[in-house]
């Protein structure tokens, strides 16, 4: 199994939480967000490190969290910058020594192993794969709330993260958007951009993003059910 390296935007707020502070530092089960992500990749050996971008005033927080839960493996802290992508891209600039890099979000706990094991796999051998589900609801397509169309949700997936790339491409698509000014909303646009195909690896719908105060309730119960599975 090839070896990866994690790139973690973690300069977020709490604005959706409603937490008035960065929402990893809310605690599940006794740890906060933030450490329960990256005990994910702490504890694979696949991993062979990670990489933060984090804001300024919280790097000793995070230094001081990095120890206290045994996390060795973080290689570099770096700054974030106003948006997700700017805070990829200077994690993406700390990175030197090639390889397969993942992009991950540093509130979604619950991604296994299994999935980061085959998104390498697929990158490795095509360059570029993101996780996603299958969309479950009947999706329409209604502008001013009028439906035009009800979607083929066979054709749709709900994408999350990890989204794993060869350096080299993901390097090339972070510098033709910045120089170019665009904006995308994953990593994954920034790629299809430069018409390099993507392919959608299948997660599983658990694997959610820490967002409201709602999410923290279903963290707690995914949390449980996982100790009560390591003891089976």
Same mark, same amino acid.
């Given at each position: 199994? #090839? ?16 937490? &008035? ?16 992500? !990256?005990?994910?990749? #702490? ?6 490190? %990670? *990489? ?8 000793? /927080?995070?230094?001081?969290? !990095?120890?206290?839960? +045994? *996390? ?7 700054? &974030? &910058?106003?948006?997700? @992508? ?15 890099? !993942? ?7 619950? *991604? /296994? =192993?299994?999935?980061?094991? /085959? ?14 589900? @299958?969309?479950?609801?009947?999706? /329409? ?14 054709? $749709? ?8 790339? =060869? ?15 665009? $904006?995308?909303?994953?990593?994954? %646009?920034?790629?299809? =951009?430069? +018409? ?5 690896? #299948? ?10 105060? #709602? ?9 449980? @059910?996982? =100790?009560?599975?390591?003891? @089976?």
């Amino acid at each position: 199994m #090839e070896t990866y390296t994690v790139l973690l935007p973690a300069a977020g707020s709490g604005r959706r939480m409603g937490a &008035g502070f960065n929402k990893l530092f809310l605690e599940m089960a006794g740890k906060p967000i933030l450490i329960h992500t !990256l005990d994910v990749f #702490e504890q694979d050996p696949d991993c062979s490190g %990670m *990489i933060l971008s984090v804001k300024d005033e919280e790097k000793p /927080k995070i230094e001081e969290m !990095l120890e206290r839960f +045994g *996390i060795t493996k973080v290689a570099a802290l770096v700054e &974030g &910058g106003a948006e997700r @992508q700017q805070s990829v891209a200077a994690c993406i600039d700390a990175h030197r020594s090639g390889g397969i890099v !993942l992009v991950h979000d540093a509130a979604r706990p619950f *991604i /296994k =192993r299994d999935v980061i094991r /085959k998104l390498v796999e697929v990158a490795r051998e095509d360059g570029a794969a993101i996780a996603g589900v @299958q969309v479950k609801d009947t999706m /329409k397509v209604a502008p001013d709330g009028i439906v035009e169309e009800t979607v083929d949700r066979s054709k $749709l997936w709900a994408i999350q993260t990890p989204q794993a790339f =060869r350096y080299e491409l993901l390097k090339e698509a972070s510098d033709k958007a910045e120089a170019e000014g665009f $904006l995308g909303t994953d990593e994954s %646009m920034i790629v299809e =951009r430069l +018409g390099h195909p993507v392919k959608v690896v #299948e997660s599983t719908y658990d694997n959610v993003k820490m967002t409201t105060k #709602e999410d923290l309730l279903f963290g707690e119960v995914l949390l449980k @059910q996982r =100790r009560q599975e390591d003891f @089976q």
